[in-house]
Antibody, heavy 117, light 110 residues
Framework: EVRLVESGGGLVQPGGSLRLSCAASGFTFSSYWMHWVRQVPGKGLVWVSRINPDGSYTSYADAEKGRFTISRDNTKSTLYLQMNSLRVEDTAIYYC??????????WGQGTLVTVSS | QSALTQPASVSGSPGQSIAISCTGTSSDVGGYIYVSWYQQHPGKAPKLMIYDVNKRPSGVSDRFSGSKSGNTASLTISGLQAEDEADYYCCSYTSSSTYVFGAGTKVTVL
């Protein structure tokens, strides 16, 4: 069974940094593209970033480009999202998700990030 | 990248069929097979219902089907059931090597 468990969320001040982690199990992590998607509670889903299986290729939504960095450690089956220069509007639930033939398929339960002074 | 356009809400009676549209451009929905649909119940993570425009993952009811014509994709739910009441989101790969979601559609079973 695919399992994705996010951690690292919490309260941070505007301008601050946070690193999210996603521990993966139940599949060969090193063989799959992975994504981060966020959702303001009560609002819609917004794609954030994705990374290829060996970590050599990444892409980002325009709003996150230059501030967020996606990475992975295949030896630990863990996905990361380093978030810098955080803004109030970055407040959201952040989901880690696995890719399947170019579509997002399995999702974690999410971790809440709150940016507030 | 602007969100794909979905109706805010769609409703139907049990047993009826409903369709949710998802309109983009030739740079996303119209240009790629990587169009997917997700169901999300309150407080839960999204669940993949359709991928590659019209493919159903194992375990998803065959009451759910997907299609695409030009820049518009559609999700059809036939034989509507109470458990289908949820939010539904479409998603597409884009020419910028990114992904874009729709704004979401709330399905109400009357």
């Amino acid at each position: 069974e695919v399992r994705l468990v996010e951690s690292g969320g919490g309260l941070v001040q505007p301008g601050g940094s946070l690193r999210l982690s996603c521990a993966a199990s139940g599949f060969t992590f090193s063989s799959y593209w992975m994504h981060w998607v966020r959702q303001v509670p009560g609002k819609g889903l917004v794609w954030v970033s994705r990374i290829n299986p060996d970590g050599s290729y990444t892409s980002y939504a325009d709003a996150e480009k230059g501030r967020f960095t996606i990475s992975r450690d295949n030896t630990k089956s863990t996905l990361y999202l380093q978030m810098n220069s955080l803004r109030v509007e970055d407040t959201a639930i952040y989901y880690c998700a696995k890719d399947f033939t170019g579509d997002v398929d399995q999702w974690g339960q999410g971790t809440l990030v709150t940016v507030s002074s | 990248q602007s969100a794909l356009t979905q109706p805010a809400s769609v409703s139907g009676s049990p047993g009826q069929s409903i369709a949710i549209s998802c309109t983009g451009t030739s740079s996303d929905v119209g240009g790629y097979i990587y169009v997917s649909w997700y169901q999300q119940h309150p407080g839960k993570a999204p669940k993949l219902m359709i991928y590659d425009v019209n493919k159903r993952p194992s375990g998803v009811s065959d009451r759910f089907s997907g299609s695409k014509s030009g820049n518009t994709a559609s999700l059809t739910i036939s034989g509507l059931q109470a458990e289908d009441e949820a939010d539904y989101y479409c998603c597409s790969y884009t020419s910028s090597s990114t992904y874009v979601f729709g704004a979401g559609t709330k399905v109400t079973v009357l």
